[in-house]
């Protein structure tokens, strides 16, 4: 079981740290993507980790903005944001597939567990 928490209001230019804790399994085995849904739009990819090789993976937008990292004290997953902008407002979603513990993916067909989404909204 997944559960991200952390999502808030921040300005833009600001930054926020969303945490992906699972409970059940060690997210070291596993994939750990984070998707965001923004309004009225679908589902993307963010960014991923490989949680055994500690490889990460993020799309073009957000290179250089956001960071994922693993804590295996707390088994969980962070997805620290900077520099944010109100195009990065949506639902989060953390996901686990096992079968990307090496290469994370991005793919969300694959997932095999879903996190319940927090909040993000950045203010002009």
């Known amino acids: 079981q997944l559960q991200a928490s952390g999502g808030g209001l921040v300005q833009a230019g600001g930054s926020l740290r969303l945490s992906c804790k699972a409970s059940?399994?060690?997210?070291?085995?596993?994939?750990i993507a984070w998707f965001r849904q923004a309004p009225g739009k679908e589902r993307e990819g963010v960014g991923c980790i490989g949680g055994f090789s500690g490889k990460t993976y993020y799309v073009e937008s957000d290179k250089g903005r956001f960071d994922i990292s693993i804590s295996d004290a707390e088994n969980t997953v962070y997805l620290q944001m900077y520099n944010l902008r109100p195009e990065d407002t949506g639902v989060y979603y953390c996901?686990?597939?096992?079968?990307?513990?090496?290469?994370?993916?991005?793919?969300?067909?694959?997932?095999?567990?879903w996190g319940k989404g927090t909040q993000v909204t950045v203010s002009s």
């Open positions: 996901a686990a597939d096992f079968k990307s513990f090496k290469d994370c993916s991005l793919y969300s067909p694959i997932m095999d567990f």
């Open positions: 059940g399994a060690t997210l070291r085995d596993y994939g």
